[in-house]
């Protein structure tokens, strides 16, 4: 089955403390991206990816590292997390731009 | 920066009404998408109109889009219980930039059985 995977789907943790979200998608897609969605401010779009070793930062970029060393993953980094970081985070990934988005099914992150 | 912005922000119908949502951006665009998200869940892809598009169809879905006042509405007909989500509407730029994608805040729309 076609699908963007995304681990773990809840996550508390601590100021401070650095996690890694995964992202993986088996659809051979070029494109990949990461999303944080909060309240009265839609999806936002954090890094992107046009292909391996192709990274690119989006509108909020702040506090984020992204490597894309494998086509298929896109892991998302907080390297200190902080408490305006809690979010709802999507990966998504396509074809290539500008084709439909492949979304996974989120990663609720809380940080204390 | 959001470049989508959705209209209403929430809509509430009964069942077998139709509704519409309408999407409006500021920047030339090279297509518009909409997306369908039920509570938490992951974005669903509806349908993918291209800046030379006038009007789009799938199922109950019809999508128009005006690109000279820069907007775009989606029709859902007889509406069902099954529609309640919220709807997304994303632009994809046409200068060198269309790798980012942009979504609006989003419709919320209630169908009431």
């Known amino acids: 089955e076609a699908q963007v995977t995304q681990n773990p789907r809840y996550l508390i943790t601590v100021t401070g403390k650095k996690l890694t979200v995964t992202c993986s998608q088996n659809?051979?897609?070029?494109?990949m991206s990461w999303y944080r969605q909060d309240p009265g401010l839609g999806l936002r779009q954090i890094y992107y990816s046009m292909n391996v070793e192709v990274t690119d930062k989006g509108d909020v970029p702040e506090g984020y590292k992204v490597s894309r060393k494998e086509k298929r993953n896109f892991p998302l980094i907080l390297e200190s997390p902080s408490p305006n970081q809690t979010s709802l985070y999507f990966c998504?990934?396509?074809?290539?731009?500008?084709?439909?988005?492949?979304f996974g099914n989120g990663t609720r992150l809380t940080v204390t | 920066s959001q470049q989508g912005e959705e209209d209403p922000q929430a809509l509430s119908i009964q069942e077998g009404e139709n509704a519409t949502m309408n999407c409006s951006y500021k920047t030339s665009i090279n297509n518009l998408q909409w997306y369908r998200q039920n509570s938490g869940r992951g974005l669903v892809h509806l349908i993918l109109?291209?800046?030379?598009?006038r009007e789009k169809h799938s199922g109950r879905l019809r999508v128009t889009l005006d690109t000279s006042k820069k907007s775009s509405s989606l029709l859902i007909t007889a509406s069902r219980a099954a529609d309640t989500a919220s709807y997304f509407c994303?632009?994809?730029?046409?200068?060198?930039?269309?790798?980012?994608?942009?979504f609006g805040i989003g419709t919320k729309l209630q169908v009431i059985p």
């Open positions: 994303a632009t994809v730029p046409n200068s060198g930039g269309y790798q980012k994608v942009t």
């Open positions: 659809m051979n897609h070029e494109y």
């Open positions: 998504a990934s396509s074809e290539k731009a500008p084709s439909p988005l492949h």
């Open positions: 109109i291209r800046s030379n598009e």
